[in-house]
């Protein structure tokens, strides 16, 4: 079974940050989850593993505690 | 008053069962006449069972209910004897199409292969489909259909089923070794049994019209619109049936009016304002529904099956209620003859619930799905469908995604107690629990399908390239298996035209296109086993005949 990178894997982290920022620059909160939907359904299909996606879902939430 | 059709009503017939002291007893009774009481009924019937069949009322379904039936329910009608004036009738139609506003951004085929005797789909109002069967039960001497007899009490008594019948003529009862319950959504076998169907409503309406028109403005095609500009903000459904009547769902929201959608003067404009105003139409019915996806917990209760709606139900998005309902009564039907006749022990009957409420599990979970899609359940939901079906538009990757309902494929009832598990490579969809595929064939000097041929017994297929693939062992072995108190008549299916010197019990058919190998992965020397629902439930790549007798035991509950 594949795994997720979880360890540092952006070749320019700065870059990259600023690009995903500058994304959503001047949206509404409503352009930006539309737009955030799209970047996570484009990406999801590039990783193309069920498996990967899983495991980065669950860290995605794991913050938040489970409903009563 | 319907313009395309007109309803039949059946006459009360006095049983002579309401003139005994005793409850007469009865092999098998069928609570209610919708299509899956008739489908059950049919099926013993035409293989010697005499049956009973109930039902409250004395037409066929009033009014708009279930359109498309998908493949196997074709097959399966084959089977029964109903298939070609269901596909006569009806409009066959493989292709599917959706719409996100103006745009056409997704087709689907539902048979992308050749060389199967039925399509993908037939669409057919379902009281055309009840009325073939009402005509086919009539012609069997051993189905008794009652009409106007109301099932009002069950009560198991040890190994039978007492039933308490209303009927014009005042009440009677009934003794029945085994009960079908069949008796829909509402089943009052079921509440009467205690059991309940348990599951979720969707918080949706959808107003569902059936309206005549002109046929050359839209072809033969599902067609479906998310957020068309005739119906901003909803999605709507196009789809025709027979007698140039289509069947157009609007969703309309949680918060509509029913009893106002309901009215044809809100009708018409919605209808008005999606055709055009240069399309002329006739309204033909119309109603407004909620859906639900619900099932029992066991669809066996003692000597009493549920079948059909009474056992489970699923939103209409897929077309799988009906199209499941035949699977339960293909599944139960031959394992009760068996039975009956005492040619398998009662275990047999324990499958009956795990296979089918595994199948229902699939058809809830693919309906579920749909309708999650069409109708978001919460805000972000809708954000992501949106990004779908926008991004859909200009990358293909998307358009898997969108779901305007998966249509009904038979779920392949891979966990089945019955089956017995490969022990070599098979590298094809069909597996020990799928349907056998269909192929065409070479039968008799003329031009078959192989499910045609298939059923109401278990079948063999044993694929040879030459005579010289027929040892005397394997001849042994057919002979053997054909003669058995459960016979196996095996189809040796010939890569080409060949001589062969079968033995009594099997027979040659010619594997016209090479498609029944191939969508088998069969070699020369494999061997499948179906059972009488024309299942496959064992195979192998070396004829045995100690292995076929040990997975037609398994297959037989022994
Ligand atoms: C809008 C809509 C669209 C649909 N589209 C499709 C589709 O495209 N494809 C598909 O496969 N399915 C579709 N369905 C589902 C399909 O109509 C049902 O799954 C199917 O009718 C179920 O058949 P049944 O025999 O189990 O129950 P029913 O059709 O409900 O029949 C039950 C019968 O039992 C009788 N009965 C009830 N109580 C008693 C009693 N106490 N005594 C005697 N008789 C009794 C009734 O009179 C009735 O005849 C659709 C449904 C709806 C509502």
């Given at each position: 079974m594949s795994t997720l990178i979880i360890e540092p894997n952006l070749p320019r982290p700065d870059d990259f940050y600023q690009t995903l920022t500058d994304l959503h620059r001047d949206l509404s909160d409503e352009q930006s989850m539309d737009v955030n939907a799209r970047l996570i359904l484009l990406l999801s299909n590039h990783i193309g593993d069920q498996a990967v996606l899983e495991q980065a879902m669950a860290i995605a939430r794991e913050h938040i505690p489970a409903a009563e | 008053m319907f313009k395309t059709y007109t309803f039949p009503e059946f006459d009360y017939v006095r049983s002579a069962d309401q003139d005994t002291a005793q409850p007469v007893k009865h092999p098998v009774v069928i609570v209610g006449a919708g299509p899956m009481g008739m489908t059950a009924a049919v099926d013993l019937a035409q293989q010697g069972v005499p049956v009973v069949i109930l039902d409250d009322n004395n037409t066929v379904s009033v009014g708009s209910r279930a359109v498309c039936y998908a493949k196997r329910f074709l097959d399966i009608s084959d089977r029964l004897g109903v298939g070609q004036r269901i596909v006569d009738k009806g409009v066959t139609w493989n292709i599917g199409k959706v719409f996100l506003e103006e745009d056409h951004i997704y087709s689907f085929n539902m048979l992308p292969e050749e060389h199967h005797r039925r399509p993908g789909f037939i669409n057919l109002q379902q009281y055309y489909l009840e009325e073939y069967y009402v005509d086919r039960i009539n012609s069997l001497d051993t189905a008794d259909l009652r009409w106007?007899?109301?099932?009002v009490n069950v009560e198991q008594q040890g190994d039978s089923v007492l039933l308490s019948i209303e009927t014009p003529e005042g009440p009677y009862q009934l003794e029945a070794q085994y009960v079908i319950a069949c008796d829909g959504a509402n089943s009052k076998v079921r509440a009467m049994c205690g059991l309940e169907s348990k599951g979720q409503i969707f918080q949706d309406r959808f107003l569902i019209a059936d309206v005549i028109m002109d046929p050359k403005k839209f072809p033969p095609e599902r067609w479906f619109w998310f957020n068309p500009p005739f119906h901003s903000g909803q999605s709507t459904l196009l789809h025709r049936q027979a007698d140039n009547v289509w069947r157009i769902d609007f969703d309309l929201g949680w918060d509509a009016d029913p009893e106002e959608e309901k009215k044809p003067e809100n009708i018409i404009p919605r209808v008005k304002a999606f055709l055009g105003d240069d399309v002329e139409f006739d309204l033909e019915w119309a109603s407004v529904y909620t859906f639900t996806c619900r099932r029992m917990d066991e669809f066996r209760q003692g000597n009493i099956f549920f079948a059909g709606d009474a056992a489970h139900q699923v939103s209409p998005f897929g077309a799988r209620g009906a199209n499941s309902g035949i699977e339960d009564t293909d599944n139960l039907c031959w394992k009760l003859k068996m039975v009956l006749d005492g040619?398998?022990?009662?275990?047999?009957?324990?499958?009956y619930s795990p296979e089918r409420t595994f199948a229902a599990d699939e058809n809830i979970l693919n309906s579920t799905r749909s309708t999650d899609f069409i109708t978001p359940k919460n805000h972000v939901s809708r954000v992501f469908r949106d990004a779908v079906l926008n991004l859909s538009r200009n990358y293909t990757f998307a358009r898997p995604l969108v779901n305007s309902g998966r249509l009904s494929v038979p779920p392949f009832l891979t966990e089945s107690a019955l089956n017995t598990a490969d022990t070599e490579m098979f590298n094809c969809k069909v597996v020990p629990g799928a349907p056998c595929t269909d192929g065409s064939i070479v039968y008799n000097a003329e031009d078959d399908f192989l499910l045609s041929n298939l059923g109401n017994q278990f079948n063999g297929l044993l694929f040879v390239e030459s005579h010289t693939d027929l040892t005397a062992d394997i001849l042994q072995g057919l002979t053997e298996l054909a003669v058995q108190d459960v016979p196996v008549k095996t189809f040796v299916v010939a890569s080409h035209e060949m001589e062969l010197n079968l033995p009594e019990g099997s027979e040659m058919v010619i594997d016209k296109y090479g498609v029944v190998k191939e969508r088998l992965d069969a070699q020369r020397g494999t061997f499948y086993l179906t059972r009488p629902d024309q299942l496959v439930t064992a195979r192998m790549r070396r004829f045995d005949k100690e292995q076929i007798v040990a997975a037609q035991n398994k297959a037989l509950g022994k």
């Amino acid at each position: 079974m594949s795994t997720l990178i979880i360890e540092p894997n952006l070749p320019r982290p700065d870059d990259f940050y600023q690009t995903l920022t500058d994304l959503h620059r001047d949206l509404s909160d409503e352009q930006s989850m539309d737009v955030n939907a799209r970047l996570i359904l484009l990406l999801s299909n590039h990783i193309g593993d069920q498996a990967v996606l899983e495991q980065a879902m669950a860290i995605a939430r794991e913050h938040i505690p489970a409903a009563e | 008053m319907f313009k395309t059709y007109t309803f039949p009503e059946f006459d009360y017939v006095r049983s002579a069962d309401q003139d005994t002291a005793q409850p007469v007893k009865h092999p098998v009774v069928i609570v209610g006449a919708g299509p899956m009481g008739m489908t059950a009924a049919v099926d013993l019937a035409q293989q010697g069972v005499p049956v009973v069949i109930l039902d409250d009322n004395n037409t066929v379904s009033v009014g708009s209910r279930a359109v498309c039936y998908a493949k196997r329910f074709l097959d399966i009608s084959d089977r029964l004897g109903v298939g070609q004036r269901i596909v006569d009738k009806g409009v066959t139609w493989n292709i599917g199409k959706v719409f996100l506003e103006e745009d056409h951004i997704y087709s689907f085929n539902m048979l992308p292969e050749e060389h199967h005797r039925r399509p993908g789909f037939i669409n057919l109002q379902q009281y055309y489909l009840e009325e073939y069967y009402v005509d086919r039960i009539n012609s069997l001497d051993t189905a008794d259909l009652r009409w106007k007899n109301k099932l009002v009490n069950v009560e198991q008594q040890g190994d039978s089923v007492l039933l308490s019948i209303e009927t014009p003529e005042g009440p009677y009862q009934l003794e029945a070794q085994y009960v079908i319950a069949c008796d829909g959504a509402n089943s009052k076998v079921r509440a009467m049994c205690g059991l309940e169907s348990k599951g979720q409503i969707f918080q949706d309406r959808f107003l569902i019209a059936d309206v005549i028109m002109d046929p050359k403005k839209f072809p033969p095609e599902r067609w479906f619109w998310f957020n068309p500009p005739f119906h901003s903000g909803q999605s709507t459904l196009l789809h025709r049936q027979a007698d140039n009547v289509w069947r157009i769902d609007f969703d309309l929201g949680w918060d509509a009016d029913p009893e106002e959608e309901k009215k044809p003067e809100n009708i018409i404009p919605r209808v008005k304002a999606f055709l055009g105003d240069d399309v002329e139409f006739d309204l033909e019915w119309a109603s407004v529904y909620t859906f639900t996806c619900r099932r029992m917990d066991e669809f066996r209760q003692g000597n009493i099956f549920f079948a059909g709606d009474a056992a489970h139900q699923v939103s209409p998005f897929g077309a799988r209620g009906a199209n499941s309902g035949i699977e339960d009564t293909d599944n139960l039907c031959w394992k009760l003859k068996m039975v009956l006749d005492g040619k398998a022990p009662v275990t047999l009957l324990d499958s009956y619930s795990p296979e089918r409420t595994f199948a229902a599990d699939e058809n809830i979970l693919n309906s579920t799905r749909s309708t999650d899609f069409i109708t978001p359940k919460n805000h972000v939901s809708r954000v992501f469908r949106d990004a779908v079906l926008n991004l859909s538009r200009n990358y293909t990757f998307a358009r898997p995604l969108v779901n305007s309902g998966r249509l009904s494929v038979p779920p392949f009832l891979t966990e089945s107690a019955l089956n017995t598990a490969d022990t070599e490579m098979f590298n094809c969809k069909v597996v020990p629990g799928a349907p056998c595929t269909d192929g065409s064939i070479v039968y008799n000097a003329e031009d078959d399908f192989l499910l045609s041929n298939l059923g109401n017994q278990f079948n063999g297929l044993l694929f040879v390239e030459s005579h010289t693939d027929l040892t005397a062992d394997i001849l042994q072995g057919l002979t053997e298996l054909a003669v058995q108190d459960v016979p196996v008549k095996t189809f040796v299916v010939a890569s080409h035209e060949m001589e062969l010197n079968l033995p009594e019990g099997s027979e040659m058919v010619i594997d016209k296109y090479g498609v029944v190998k191939e969508r088998l992965d069969a070699q020369r020397g494999t061997f499948y086993l179906t059972r009488p629902d024309q299942l496959v439930t064992a195979r192998m790549r070396r004829f045995d005949k100690e292995q076929i007798v040990a997975a037609q035991n398994k297959a037989l509950g022994k």
